[in-house]
Structure formats: structure tokens, C-alpha cells
């Protein structure tokens, strides 16, 4: 039986998994939806998929449609339904659909290996408009093959996956001197309670020469964590990261203890000293992120008779394989076409290393300071190029990326808090504000004094007051830290200044 065109009514179903990147499916593994039912086609009920490391294929997502085993509705049912992965404004990032399909009752029918989308693009090079707020939104909607619905229907769930992150500098002192019968152990505790999470043993493997393996043993203490991912970092003498492992582990019921290699042997460390064991010290800066599994899942509204949700995909776009892009999306597009191939420039900004040509017109309607330079009597009113020496190009790019797109790409702690530096400076505030809330989003122990001097230099008042409590509400763990110690050395009065809260 033929299916009604995409146009007629449909049931949507939007489904929200939450800290996606850190779910506890392996390959071959899925993790379902919350049930929903759909009245309009014999008050069947259905579940949505995800194999979010591939089903078959772990370079693919799989994302199926399962009809749940339910009693009261026939025993096949013939739909034509649409599967996609949608952007934060709803937009169709990719789609697949069918005619139409007669499902059974505990039955399934979706994407598995190629056809879909690579994990790759989701989890890394389109991450920003795949997983915003690591976030994946996947929907279906689903229309009859008899008869025709009433009125739309729109239902919104969610999936959120339970995290606790720990961020923190691990200094192993006298490191030269370390023998393999020897391990230096570090407790990794609950910022919440206090309670111990994991602890971590170094020691070193390998024979009595100075090429000995740096080796590190995870002992798992909280028994309820399924799941861990790592990135680690050695500080070198100037305070830089040197980005070293990146790693997941998983945690069963018979495996409670890990094992890795660091990247470094002691031998390469001790080569260069001077850099990387400055006063004899490896300073090692730990990024964990703790997952227990799902802890959230419900069903957030169901709305009748209309759904914003109105990116549909006729059948003669769907074989030209088109997708729909709002109007806004493809201004945006076009300015950064502009941008890309360089038309119509008349401004260049220029760093120590590299130009960055751009347009007045565009740079003054997104920043007062830049409007102020191109109208007042100011040099770069009839100068074709802006000094900014102090300024990265990493940040540069990403606030021009920003002004011409409107999007920011995958933050980083530190792109993050450069990009807050040069948007305060240009006054591009909406964009001071994206990075104020990543900062604040992201604090731990390990960098409140950081941000708290960022905030204070820029006296941003709302993103100080936010660190400030963060320090207070985890004074034990930060005010016994190296972190503060320097601050107390090299701003005393803003770390006073911080103490004196509690008694007010």
C-alpha cells in the first residue's frame, strides 16, 4: 500500500542523549530510547537504537527504528518513516527514510554500517554541529500507509548519561631518582563527598637502564563507575602542555584494575630535563571524566497540532540526496565565502606570524571597538591593516569564524580562555559570553585560580562571582593546591579578597 507524501501529518519523535562521548557501549552495543506510543498507527509502541560505536562496523554509527513487543496493537503494521541526526536549531544534519516498511512486533529495520554517518565526522571534524553541549539530537518521524493522521504530534525525550569530572596537577618530585621497586601513588577523590573514585600507581618496567617504561596501574574504588576517559598532559618548564595520552577505559565486574604506558620513557624525559623535569619534578596534568552509565530518562513533552520541526525532505530531494538549510544558515554560509576567498577586502589584521584579511563593514557591526577605529581619527581609520601583535592566530581565527558565522568551533579550555581575551578586548560580546559560560561549565580545582585572575583582570563581575563560589563550595581541595599557593604569592589580595566571602 502506497505511503502519503512526506507533506501530510506526521508523529515526531526527538530524542536527546546527553555527555554522548561518554557512553558505555562498545561496539556491537546500543543504547535505546525511552518508549513511546503512537496513537494515530494502532497505538503501536517503539524504541529508537544508537550503536554510538558502530553496531557491525565501528568506523559507522548504527541507528535503528524498533517496534517494541506490545500486545494490544496488530501484528504487522505498515509505515513510511524518516531517520535523522538533527543541529541545534533543527536543522537536518543527515537523514535517511524509506517508502515504506511492514514491521512486526519485536522487530527493527535502520542503518548499520556505511550508509549513515561516520564517527568520525559526528565525534571530531563536524563536532560542533553535531554535538553542541555534547548533545546528540536523533529523530524519527513516522507517517501512516492506511489512512491519514489528524494532526501532527511531537514528542521529546531525553537520555542523559551520568559523568563526574576531575581535573587536577600531580607533581612527582625527586623523579630522576626513581627505581623500578618503587611507585609513586596518587587518590583521586569525589569533588561531591569526598569519597575515592580511583587511585593510580607510577612505576617504572623495563630492566635497571635509564630507558625504563613509565608505567601507570588504575585501581578502580568506587565500583559503580562503568566507564573512564583520560587525557593527560605533562607541564613543561614554561607552564605549556605537552598533550601525552588519551585513552577510555571500561570497567566490568570481574576488571577493576587498568594498565597503561606513558608516552614518555624516563630516558626521553631525562634528555631533555632542563624542559620537562624542571627541578627534578614531572609535572603531570590529569584530565578525567568518570561515567556511571544512564542516570536520566523521560519523556519530556508531547505537543499536538503543530511541530517546529518543519525541515521535511520530499522523495525528489532525498534522491538528489539535498538536505534543506535554513535561510539564516546560508547567509552565514555566503559571508563566510566572503571571508574564505577573500573578496572585497579592505582591513587586515595582522599578528606577529600571520594577515587575516577581512571587511570593515562586517568587523564594525560586530564590535563596537572596531566600529570606533574605522569611523574616529584613530590610525586605522584610513589604514588597511590592524596590529595585533599579542594575540594568537588560533584566537584571531576563531573570533573572525565567529563574527562571519556565528559559529564557534570545538572549545578547548585553552582556546577557550584566549577567545575570551580577545573578545572582551573587540567587544564582541555575545561571544565573550559563549566562552565565560564554557569557562564556567568547565571549572575544577585544578584551574579556578586561573580563571579567578582571567575574571578578575577583565573584571567581569559575573564570571568571578561564579569562581569565586566554585572556590568556596571546594575550598579543601583548591586551597591546599599549588594553584593557590602561587596565586596567594602573586595576588594576595584577590585571594583574601575570596576568603573573606565565606564570612559574609
Not at 22 to 28: A, R, W
Not at 189 to 199: C, G, Q, T, V, Y
Not at 267 to 293: I, M, N, Q, R
Request: negative net charge.
Amino acid at each position: 500500500m502506497a505511503c502519503k507524501e512526506s507533506e501530510g501529518k506526521c508523529f515526531t519523535f526527538l530524542w536527546k542523549l546527553e555527555n554522548i562521548s561518554f557512553c558505555l557501549q562498545k561496539k556491537g552495543e546500543r543504547i535505546e530510547s525511552p518508549a513511546f506510543t503512537v496513537d494515530a498507527i494502532d497505538q503501536t509502541r517503539w524504541k529508537l537504537w544508537l550503536y554510538p560505536r558502530g553496531e557491525k562496523d565501528g568506523n559507522h554509527i548504527g541507528y535503528f527504528l524498533h517496534r517494541e513487543a506490545d500486545s494490544k496493537s496488530p501484528d504487522k503494521v505498515e509505515i513510511k518513516y524518516e531517520l535523522a541526526f538533527i543541529a541545534k536549531d533543527e536543522s537536518v544534519l543527515q537523514s535517511w527514510n524509506t517508502k515504506n516498511y511492514v514491521f512486526s512486533k519485536d522487530s527493527g529495520r535502520g542503518v548499520g554500517r556505511v550508509i549513515f554517518e561516520k564517527r568520525e565526522d559526528v565525534f571530531i571534524s563536524r563536532r560542533s554541529a553535531f554535538l553542541p553541549q555534547d548533545t546528540l539530537t536523533a529523530s524519527c518521524r513516522m507517517w501512516k500507509c492506511d489512512g491519514e493522521m489528524t494532526e501532527d504530534v511531537r514528542c521529546t525525550a531525553r537520555t542523559r548519561i551520568g559523568v563526574q569530572r576531575r581535573s587536577f596537577l600531580w607533581n612527582v618530585e625527586n623523579f630522576s631518582t626513581l627505581e623500578s621497586d618503587e611507585k609513586y601513588t596518587c587518590q583521586i577523590k569525589s569533588l561531591e563527598n569526598d569519597a575515592p573514585l580511583m587511585s593510580v600507581d607510577l612505576s617504572l618496567t623495563g630492566g635497571l637502564s635509564s630507558s625504563e617504561i613509565i608505567r601507570f596501574e588504575l585501581s578502580l574504588q568506587d565500583q559503580t563507575i562503568k566507564f573512564a576517559s583520560l587525557q593527560l598532559s605533562l607541564l613543561d618548564a614554561s607552564g605549556n602542555r605537552v598533550e601525552c595520552n588519551e585513552d577510555e577505559f571500561w570497567f566490568d565486574n570481574h576488571v577493576k584494575c587498568k594498565q597503561f604506558t606513558f608516552i614518555f620513557t624516563k630516558k626521553k624525559l631525562l634528555a631533555k630535563k632542563s624542559t620537562y623535569l624542571p627541578d627534578d619534578v614531572l609535572s603531570l596534568h590529569w584530565e578525567w571524566v568518570f561515567s556511571k552509565g544512564v542516570v536520566l530518562e523521560e519523556t519530556d513533552e508531547v505537543r499536538y497540532g503543530s511541530t517546529t520541526f518543519e525541515n521535511k525532505i520530499s522523495d525528489d530531494q532525498n534522491a538528489n540526496n539535498e538536505k534543506i538549510v535554513p535561510l539564516l544558515h546560508t547567509f552565514n554560509d555566503n559571508l563566510k565565502s566572503l571571508y574564505d576567498e577573500h573578496f572585497f577586502s579592505d582591513i587586515k589584521l595582522k599578528t606577529s606570524t600571520s594577515v587575516f584579511p577581512a571587511h570593515k563593514v562586517i568587523l564594525g557591526a560586530s564590535s563596537s571597538v572596531f566600529k570606533a577605529m574605522f569611523l574616529s581619527d584613530m590610525k586605522e581609520k584610513d589604514s588597511d591593516c590592524v596590529d595585533i601583535q599579542d594575540l594568537s592566530d588560533d584566537a584571531v581565527r576563531r573570533m573572525l569564524l565567529y563574527i562571519y558565522t556565528a559559529r564557534v568551533e570545538d572549545l578547548t579550555w585553552e582556546s577557550a580562555s584566549n577567545l575570551y581575551v580577545i573578545a572582551d578586548m573587540y567587544a564582541v560580546l555575545s561571544l565573550k559570553n559563549i566562552c565565560s559560560s564554557f569557562l564556567k561549565n568547565n571549572l575544577s580545582p585544578g584551574n579556578a585560580c586561573e580563571v579567578l585572575l582571567l575574571a578578575d583582570f577583565h573584571a567581569d563581575c559575573d564570571l568571578k562571582s561564579a569562581v569565586q563560589d566554585y572556590i568556596l563550595k571546594y575550598d579543601k581541595d583548591i586551597i591546599n593546591s599549588d594553584e593557590w599557593k602561587l596565586l596567594m604569592e602573586t595576588n594576595g589580595k584577590l585571594a583574601a579578597e575570596t576568603l573573606c566571602l565565606r564570612y559574609k
